[in-house]
């Protein structure tokens, strides 16, 4: 079982930055690919951006070349750098951790952080 915390959300002006952080539990951190989703009121949730076990990473188009994604395996935590915040942007941030073992793929999800952008 990993437990995951989301933090850094808020509210912040249009063009303003915000740095979400997510902390998972346990020794498997750097085993898992993690995600961040977002899911505005009355629309579905959406992948923003992901970095896999390797490093590699991919972002939605509508936060490319805005948001990044990093990793620390030491701290067990995936952080979100997000700038040139748009109100668009406004939604629940939600970290998501995944990993296949064997045939069967173990996720989970953390509770989320709010991030409203707005002047």
């Known amino acids: 079982q990993v437990q995951l915390v989301e933090s850094g959300g808020g509210l912040v002006q249009p063009g303003g930055s915000l740095k979400l952080s997510c902390t998972a539990s346990?020794?498997?951190?750097?085993?898992?690919?993690m995600s961040w989703y977002r899911q505005a009121p009355g629309k579905e949730r959406e992948m923003v951006a992901q970095i896999t076990s390797t490093g590699g990473s991919n972002y939605a188009d509508s936060v490319k070349g805005r948001f990044t994604i990093s990793r620390d395996n030491i701290k067990n935590t995936v952080y979100l750098q997000m700038n040139s915040l748009k109100p668009e942007d406004t939604a629940m941030y939600y970290c998501?951790?995944?990993?296949?073992?064997?045939?069967?793929?173990?996720?989970?999800w953390g509770q989320g952080t709010q991030v409203a952008v707005s002047s």
């Open positions: 998501y951790a995944v990993r296949i073992v064997g045939i069967t793929e173990l996720g989970y």
């Open positions: 346990g020794s498997t951190f750097s085993t898992f690919s």
